[in-house]
């Protein structure tokens, strides 16, 4: 019997989702795979045929460390959401060609809960139609909103970025003694996991930023001026996180209170952004201060100069899981993560019904929210701690991070 | 005879100001300054005193070394231009006053072209009331837009924050097989030094960014909009650097032509943001395609996560040599870095006249700007390879860099 194994990646990247790829890719050649095949662009480009033989990319351990340490999805993503099987079975009819064409027996796709719909989907159709192929999830998204699992690989890398940067922007909005409003907007829609990583910049070394701002409550325009005036009696410079998806009471995002662009993607998520700007420049004409309106953008999913040595072994760590339990019998699952200790860390793998995981979203738990929602809890930054440990830097070529990419045969 | 030195930081900080503050206070202990002092925010604080023994503060080479990798200014900074001479006489005695109080020799200045007219004038009224204190500038500043001086420390690194972070986006741009614009606005109100850093995202393992625009030309809407046209017929995702302050030809900044906030600080200069956003939004409108507008804003100057150990270790030994130069006599000069050779490269430092050099913005070469203003020569790039080279990473603590920080009396 062949074993030829396929990979892809889907949804939004992060800078370890390649070390997931890297973790699929090793363990299947390790446990005896014939072919790793990739799809270029998730199921989209599988649907096309854009299909790779991972070892033509990927020939030596040098390779290998790069992908580890490559930021953004190597074969490419998509934003592809499968029909309900009932609505074209024609479609799932011919995925299912194609993976007999390439001799396929196990489907690996990593990617955040809109992605395991799509494992959820395939595997049921695999029962449908009787198919021994076995169709396994890889967790993967920086928002950490995955159910069932303790976090997410790609959260802890994010999350480091996020507290890093946040302290050094800290230090910048110390060195004038002028009265200055600083807001940073962060990533999340509608779980705050990404914005409360902000409350990691306090330590010893740093005051912290001074309020944050979930999307799990409602957001009190009137409150939070009240709140940085009580503030500015006391300091100077102010720094505050807010999520990119905080809403006011009745449920309208604040950068909808200004005048914004809006884009809608094919799973039907907004595209947010300018919420930090309006929050400055009310607060700068509010008090007649300087303001500065941050938006860590893209940078949160893509830097790969900055990422958890913890955070990067645990993505490689459920690629091979992924792996290992295919091979013996599983399908329709997903690996997840389960914290056994938080002091001293302590995180094993587990697999997981894919169907209680897909197009669930987690969200914070309110009694990690406090201060009137201003704040996070201790128990909240003992959760994410451990998940920043540790370094990988990148392999430094020339002054800067050196990739590996898929279309540059050079390499 | 006492050697009382004196040290201060001014204007936008850096992510090496600090190894300067370093390498001055290292290099006058070692040739036996009897006390090192810091005014905090500059001229500003030095005014109300506030003024503290370095010893106090950096106590072991643990300290000096986190110093030199902190970012922000440790003193603190402001943005204060001293009057005319003739406008304001008692403010100069008050300041040789304090001077005297303290005992100081010698006067040290890190800071940009508005902080040397700061050195400048205290120079000159040292020979009015012939005062043998000794005043020396030591050149700072991300804009790299300083005259005589080969480049200026604080350059380099936010160079290589600017080409790696654009290498991440690029690739964060290129997972979905979709039409896409990322704008990204790097700072440089009327020199492209920084814009033009963005060429090294080109590389062998990247494509490099689309488009370059600097503010040393007039920025043409119409043809910006035609040539991206050209670039979506070869491809899906472009990425274009652009300097917060292009102008059209007409000299409206980018951001005027839409609705914006804007601020004006005490040097007179206007507060630029947006223009990324009109650019990506005007695009997406356009042609139909999904647009990203991405500010690297404040992290270019603080991202002390990524620097270049050359211009941390230029930044060290520019205030070493101002010291030394001081203790030698020297006054009125700012120290300059002179280029032997860029392959291999060599540079040493050099006295100037400071009076040549306050005041004076240095632009990029119309020569170095090419393809009707798209992007940047090969010129430019040999010339701020080699500024990029080699790291020196932060002293991580706890999964984040550590700081050292004078107001946290603990560490």
Redesign the interface.
């Given at each position: 019997m062949s074993k030829n194994v396929i990979v892809g990646?889907s949804g939004g990247?992060t800078s370890v989702i390649n070390s997931s790829l890297a973790g699929v890719f090793k363990t299947a050649k390790d446990l005896g795979a014939d072919t790793v095949y990739g799809m270029?662009?998730g199921i989209?480009?599988f649907l096309e045929k854009r299909i790779v033989d991972m070892s033509e990319k990927i020939r030596t351990d040098l390779d290998l460390e790069l992908l580890k340490r490559?930021?953004?999805?190597f074969l490419?993503?998509?934003?592809y959401k499968l029909p309900e099987i009932n609505d074209n079975r024609e479609l799932y009819d011919k995925i299912f060609d194609i993976l007999k064409e390439y001799d396929i027996t196990a489907f690996f796709y990593i990617g955040g809960n809109d992605s395991m719909d799509t494992i959820k989907k395939l595997s049921d159709y695999a029962i449908l139609i009787n198919s021994p192929i076995r169709f396994m999830g890889v967790p993967k998204t920086i928002d950490n909103d995955l159910a069932v699992t303790d976090h997410t690989p790609g959260y802890g890398s994010a999350a480091?970025y996020i507290?890093?940067?946040s302290?050094?922007?800290i230090?910048?909005g110390?060195?004038?003694?002028i009265k200055q409003i600083?807001v940073i907007e962060i990533m999340g829609r509608n779980a705050g996991w990404l914005t409360g990583a902000a409350a990691?910049?306090s330590?010893?070394?740093?005051?912290g930023v001074d309020l944050i701002y979930l999307p799990e409550l409602p957001f009190d325009v009137d409150a939070f001026v009240e709140k940085v005036g009580e503030l500015f009696q006391k300091k100077n410079s102010i720094v505050v996180a807010v999520s990119e998806g905080i809403k006011t009471a009745d449920d309208k995002y604040i950068f909808e209170l200004t005048?914004h662009?809006e884009?809608v993607d094919s799973f039907g998520h907004k595209q947010l952004?300018g919420t930090a700007r309006y929050l400055a420049?009310l607060i700068?004409e509010k008090f007649n201060c300087?303001?500065?309106?941050?938006?860590l953008?893209?940078?949160q999913?893509?830097?790969?100069?900055?990422t958890?040595r913890v955070d990067i072994t645990e993505a490689y760590q459920v690629g091979g899981s992924a792996v290992k339990a295919a091979f013996e019998g599983e399908t329709a699952k997903m690996v997840i993560l389960k914290r056994v200790s938080s002091d001293p860390y302590i995180c094993t793998t587990d697999l997981y019904d894919v169907h209680k995981i897909a197009n669930v979203e987690k969200k914070v738990p309110l009694e990690w929210i406090t201060e009137n929602g201003t704040n996070v809890s201790e128990d909240f930054v003992n959760y994410i701690?451990p998940l920043?440990?540790?370094?990988l830097?990148p392999i430094?070529?020339?002054?800067?991070?050196?990739?590996?990419?898929i279309d540059?045969e050079?390499?």
């Open positions: 990646q990247p270029r662009n989209q480009g490559t930021p953004s999805a490419g993503s998509c934003r480091k507290a890093s940067v302290k050094e922007i230090r910048d110390l060195v004038y003694d600083t990691l910049a330590c010893e070394d740093c005051e005048e662009t884009y952004s420049t700068s300087k303001s500065r309106a941050i938006e953008s893209t940078l999913r893509c830097a790969g100069h900055m958890s701690r920043i440990q540790a370094e830097t430094m070529i020339t002054g800067q991070p050196r990739h590996i990419v540059r050079s390499l």
